[in-house]
């Protein structure tokens, strides 16, 4: 029995087919290089440990119907994002650039974000000049406030590999704060009709009781001050609304967790569950509320 849903910050792989993003991850959980012969299809989650702290890696399909499909949805709700550009390709120099610009505009406010000059071990690599200017790199600069780096990189060599790791978990700590885990006491996801698509509570004590008379309180009134107020105490717990789009994410927590990580992972998990809820369409909320309980990113 699950009596709390656990979650964790994501980190997203993006770049165009080929780059090098499944061979990148081999390499941080092994140390070593291994020639990948096949493409991605989908996506596919793993999950890297540092220090203590877990971290739900996503490795998107760089294909144009992947890209297409989900990489939108996973990069509005990460944390972090390494962008892998393999610089022997001159070729799709202007799509990695339309699509890394894209992955920019999508990515949260605050999200780290790496750029991987990659297979820098190549002898017809671009130098890194064309590769700044071919991607218009240098805007980045021009906007400070973006948490924003390149390094030159090599899946094969192991070059800079360490280092934009640690770089990007240790700005994600930083601005979470130590802890980078939240347990979720209660999750509810409504629609544009404030209707519920699911109302789920994941404590099994004397509090479930008291759960269940506020949830479900939230109405058109409560729901519009969610601008002006960014979390709301009740009883022991604080609840988190967020709104995007159609849909608005209710997530309780406890009032000694941090509020900011709250935020930010309550987003994840409204992500995480309307991408599972577009996925399996077809399929009825009881098997719905299952899965969002069992399925871990593994
Ligand atoms: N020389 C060199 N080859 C690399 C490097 N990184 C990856 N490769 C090779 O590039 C090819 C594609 O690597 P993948 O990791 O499968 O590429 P991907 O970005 O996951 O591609 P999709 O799954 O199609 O999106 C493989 O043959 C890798 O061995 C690198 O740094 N240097
Ligand atoms: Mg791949």
New binding site residues.
């Given amino acids: 029995m699950v009596t709390k849903r656990k979650i964790h910050p994501v980190i997203v792989i993006a770049?165009?087919?080929?780059?090098?993003?499944?061979?990148?991850i081999h390499r941080l959980k092994t140390g070593e290089f291994k020639?990948?012969?096949?493409?991605?299809i989908g996506f596919q989650v793993d999950i890297i440990r540092k220090d203590g702290n877990r971290f739900d890696i996503v490795?998107?399909?760089?294909?144009i119907a992947f890209r297409n499909a989900f990489w939108e949805n996973f990069v509005t709700s990460c944390h972090g994002c390494i962008f892998?550009f393999?610089r022997t390709d001159k070729e799709r120099l202007s799509i990695a650039k339309e699509w890394l610009w894209k992955v920019n505009e999508w990515l949260p406010k605050g999200a780290n974000f790496a750029f991987f000059a990659?297979?820098?071990?190549?002898e017809s690599s671009m130098p890194l000049e064309e590769v700044v200017q071919g991607l218009e790199l240098s805007k980045f600069s021009e906007s400070p406030s973006k948490s924003f780096r390149i390094f030159e990189?090599?899946?094969?060599t192991g070059q800079n590999i360490n280092e934009c790791w640690d770089w990007i978990t240790n700005a994600i700590r930083k601005r979470m704060g130590s802890k980078t885990s939240l347990d979720i006491y209660a999750f509810e996801l409504l629609d544009e009709r404030l209707e519920p698509i699911i109302s789920e509570i994941l404590i099994e004590n004397e509090k479930k009781e008291f759960l269940e008379e506020t949830m479900g309180a939230f109405n058109t009134h409560s729901l519009k001050m969610i601008d002006s107020l960014p979390f709301i105490n009740i009883g022991d717990f604080v609840v988190h609304i967020i709104r995007k789009g159609d849909y608005y994410a209710i997530t309780y927590i406890d009032k000694d967790d941090s509020q900011n990580l709250a935020r930010e992972l309550s987003l994840t998990l409204m992500f995480e569950t309307l991408y599972r809820i577009r996925r399996d369409l077809k399929v009825d909320k009881d098997f719905l509320l299952n899965s969002i309980e069992t399925i871990e990113f593994i």
């Fill in positions: 770049g165009l087919g080929n780059a090098g993003k499944t061979t990148l020639d990948i012969f096949s493409p991605t490795d998107l399909g760089g294909q892998i393999d990659n297979k820098s071990d190549l990189t090599s899946n094969v």
